[in-house]
Structure formats: structure tokens, C-alpha cells
């Protein structure tokens, strides 16, 4: 009995310092978990309101004298991009008149990049009144020129402008950063404000912050136009001209196109698409020829690979890291000619090709028997 006793006398003793044992080892994870998270949910809200800010920053709206004295506003929104991009796309150029035929026909006004480049295809669209006017990009120029003087207070505004970054950070932890000015520089001969100082309308027109996310699918990412057409030996990204190794032709209305060029512009030079093996054992970028069969794989058998056959509409897609295999139609058979092994550029294909969704980016226009990828 004594030794019953002796027992439960214990365990009164005992069992306090159990518990606040254990509700102190409680506290003490708790508080760990809170210093743990409490410093990145901070950092994370701090970077949402960086985020706002800068955004904000990329629109502008500037009051320019112009030579005769009549005031125009010139009005910009950029874009911010969270990774190191090919192609920027800030959103509009917008250049309102305050009073009628401030701007004349003939007028031209350039707006200065401090680094990167303009691409040519710039629209430029009257939102208001009856002014018109042209864009072009030019290296690091944009040239508007007026065509026709207005007879109320017009506006135009420029958009598809798109800009070459032409690099990427060497610092993860630095910001890549455009300046859109008005310039004074005599360019051409016919600047309407040569003789003026140079006026800064975006400090931020285009910003890049380096990121690793971001991309396709797989380890794509891709930017810019591309462009192919019927009848010629290249196809052209943004304004670069890329030599195929033979022309495209039109077999039912579908445009054929040499594999292995699509191979080198989808992969291995890395022009339209930034390719990124995550798992450098797996060796997925091959394009292998089958003598005897026919058969050209881009890919490997063992990871990912998308076969065609010639003569035949039959697309083999092996998702082999999946255990899936697929036979996939195509509108018209692969085939060899001049000993080139031509696949129709369709949607089946290039989304095989690059393991990605593109349907909604691609383009035919049956007119100019064109394909255009836009991104």
C-alpha cells in the first residue's frame, strides 16, 4: 500500500514539470517557426509593394514644347519583367496635340533608346481626331512622322513596340533598366527637335529583373515573332534574317518546312526558344536519322523524342520519363525531297517540338501563305 502510494506521490510531483516541459518545448518550436517565417513573409510583402511601385513608375505623362511653341503631351506605359527576357514589349507611345495642326505634315520626332534595340514593325494608330502619322523602329530610334495635319486636337498612339534587349544581367542582383528620351539629336536631317535639349519621358520604359522562373513548359521559354513564309530559304525572328537549309513549298495548303531547320531554331541555337536542361544527364536535344526506315527523331528514346516518317501523316510522340507513348496525325504526311526530310509547320508539330501549348501564338494567314509564332 505504502508503495501505491509512494507512486502516485510521485507522479504528482513529476507530472507539472512534465507538462511545462512539454508546453516549453512547444513554445520554443512555435517561436522558432515564427522566426523562421516572420522574415520572409516580410521580405515578401515589402517586394509586392516594390513591385507596385515600379510598375507605376513606367507611366508617364510629359507636357513638350515644341519649336513653334505649341505644347503636344507625350504619354508612355513600359513594362517590367520579372526575368531576363529576349524581347520587351512596352505597351504605348501616346503623342497628343492641344491645340490642331500643332504637329504639320512632314513633321518627324525620334524617341532615343539608351541601350537595346528597336524593332521595325511599330503601329501607328490615330485614337483621337484626324492626324496620321508613321512608325518604324530603327536600332535605337523610333521615327514618327506625321501625314496628315490635323483640323481637331488629335492623338496617335504607338504600340507594338518591341525591343531587343540584347544580353542578359551579369548580376543576379542588379536590375536592367531602358530610358526612352525625346531626343535633340539631328538624326537624318529632319528631327523637329534637333536644336532642342533632350527630354526624358520613361526612366523605367522597359525594366528586367533576373529570375529563373518563368517558362513554357519542360524548360521553354520563348519571345519575339517569328515569321515563315512559302517559297524561300529562311524565316525571320523579329528582324533577323534565319537561313534554312533549303525552301519551303506548300503541300495542300500546309507549309513544309526542312525538320532539321526547325530543329536549329526551336533548340540547338537557341533563337526563338531559351533552353534549359534541368537534369544535365538527360541529353533530350539529339536529331537522329534512321537510314533505313526513314525516321528522323528529334529528342531521346529514353527521355523525350518526337519522330517523323517519310511518307506517312503519323507523328510518334515517346514521353518515355512518363511512360507514355502517342500517335499523333498530321494533316499531311512527312516527306523527302532534294534528300531533306520536310514535316508540315503546324500546331501538332511545333507543340510536339517544344513540349508546349502554341496554338493560341500561331498565325496562318492563307492570303500571303505565312506563319507567324507571336509571343
Not at 533598366?177 to 522597359?206: C, W
Request: contains cysteine; charged residues 20%; negative net charge.
Amino acid at each position: 500500500m505504502k508503495k501505491i502510494y509512494l507512486l502516485l506521490f510521485l507522479c504528482i510531483i513529476l507530472f507539472p514539470f512534465t507538462a511545462s516541459a512539454e508546453q516549453h518545448s512547444s513554445t520554443i518550436e512555435e517561436q522558432k517557426e515564427q522566426e523562421n517565417s516572420t522574415p520572409f513573409i516580410f521580405q515578401m510583402e515589402n517586394y509586392e509593394e516594390y513591385l507596385q511601385q515600379y510598375k507605376a513608375s513606367q507611366t508617364t505623362e510629359t507636357t513638350v514644347t515644341l519649336p513653334s511653341g505649341e505644347d503636344i503631351t507625350i504619354s508612355t506605359k513600359g513594362v517590367f519583367r520579372i526575368y531576363n527576357a529576349a524581347v520587351l514589349s512596352p505597351e504605348y507611345i501616346k503623342i497628343k496635340e492641344q491645340k490642331a495642326g500643332s504637329l504639320k505634315k512632314g513633321d518627324c520626332i525620334y524617341f532615343e533608346l539608351n541601350k537595346g534595340k528597336f524593332l521595325k514593325d511599330i503601329s501607328s494608330i490615330t485614337t483621337q481626331g484626324d492626324m496620321k502619322a508613321t512608325a518604324v523602329g530603327n536600332g535605337s530610334y523610333i521615327k514618327l512622322e506625321i501625314t496628315q495635319t490635323s483640323t481637331i486636337p488629335s492623338e496617335i498612339t504607338l504600340n507594338r513596340i518591341m525591343i531587343l534587349s540584347e544580353g542578359k544581367n551579369e548580376s543576379l542582383t542588379e536590375k536592367s533598366e531602358f530610358v526612352l528620351s525625346l531626343t535633340s539629336k539631328y538624326v537624318n536631317g529632319d528631327n523637329l527637335f534637333h536644336n532642342t535639349k533632350n527630354v526624358i519621358l520613361n526612366n523605367r520604359f522597359a525594366a528586367m529583373e533576373c529570375y529563373d522562373g518563368e517558362y513554357c513548359y519542360e524548360g521553354f521559354r520563348f519571345e519575339g515573332r517569328l515569321l515563315f513564309a512559302n517559297g524561300i530559304s529562311y524565316c525571320v525572328l523579329n528582324d533577323n534574317i534565319i537561313s534554312l537549309y533549303h525552301d519551303t513549298y506548300l503541300k495542300q495548303n500546309y507549309l513544309m518546312v526542312p525538320l532539321r531547320s526547325l530543329y536549329h531554331v526551336f533548340i540547338v541555337d537557341d533563337h526563338y526558344c531559351e533552353t534549359h536542361v534541368f537534369n544535365p544527364s538527360i541529353s533530350v536535344f539529339h536529331l537522329n536519322w534512321d537510314t533505313e526506315q526513314k525516321i528522323a527523331t528529334i529528342g531521346d528514346t529514353d527521355y523525350y523524342s518526337v519522330s517523323f516518317q517519310d511518307k506517312s501523316n503519323s507523328m510518334t510522340v515517346i514521353r518515355a520519363y512518363r511512360k507514355q507513348n502517342s500517335i499523333i496525325e498530321l494533316p499531311v504526311s512527312a516527306e523527302i525531297k532534294n534528300n531533306v526530310l520536310y514535316v508540315p509547320l503546324c500546331t501538332e508539330t511545333v507543340e510536339a517540338i517544344l513540349r508546349w501549348d502554341i496554338s493560341k501564338y500561331m498565325y496562318w494567314d492563307d492570303t500571303a501563305k505565312t506563319m507567324l509564332m507571336e509571343h
